[in-house]
Nanobody, 116 residues
Framework: QVQLVESGGGLVQPGGSLRLSCVGS??????????MEWYRQAPGKQRELVAG???????NYADSVKGRFTISRDTAKNTVYLQMNSLKPEDTAVYYC????????WGQGTQVTVSS
């Protein structure tokens, strides 16, 4: 129905940058009309919303990442990106792509580790 595949995670030093990608596919996937979001989950913590982009292109961000992270999309590639700059150790988490249509769909997650 919907498949989401993330990539782009890795190990980066504080202050560094990474770009995550999420490619969507499937019969129920429609990047033009539904919200796509990035969540993250750090060890021992609840999963939290990081950023979202609506079908019309409106974006929203968690306060903790405003000014540092940018969500964008390429509709021709059915891909949503999360550009992460000025990374901090507290950004360390598994990052998940999320899409909701009838039910929730999640990607497999990609690990981001910010450490010196």
């Amino acid at each position: 129905q919907v498949q989401l595949v993330e990539s782009g995670g890795g190990l980066v030093q504080p202050g560094g940058s990474l770009r995550l990608s999420c490619v969507g596919s499937g019969s129920l996937f429609n990047i033009y009309f539904y919200v796509m979001e990035w969540y993250r989950q750090a060890p021992g913590k609840q999963r939290e919303l990081v950023a979202g982009i609506a079908g019309g292109g409106t974006t929203n961000y968690a306060d903790s990442v405003k000014g540092r992270f940018t969500i964008s999309r390429d509709t021709a590639k059915n891909t949503v990106y999360l550009q992460m700059n000025s990374l901090k150790p507290e950004d360390t988490a598994v990052y998940y792509c999320h899409y909701r249509r009838v039910r929730d769909y999640w990607g497999q997650g990609t690990q981001v580790t910010v450490s010196s």
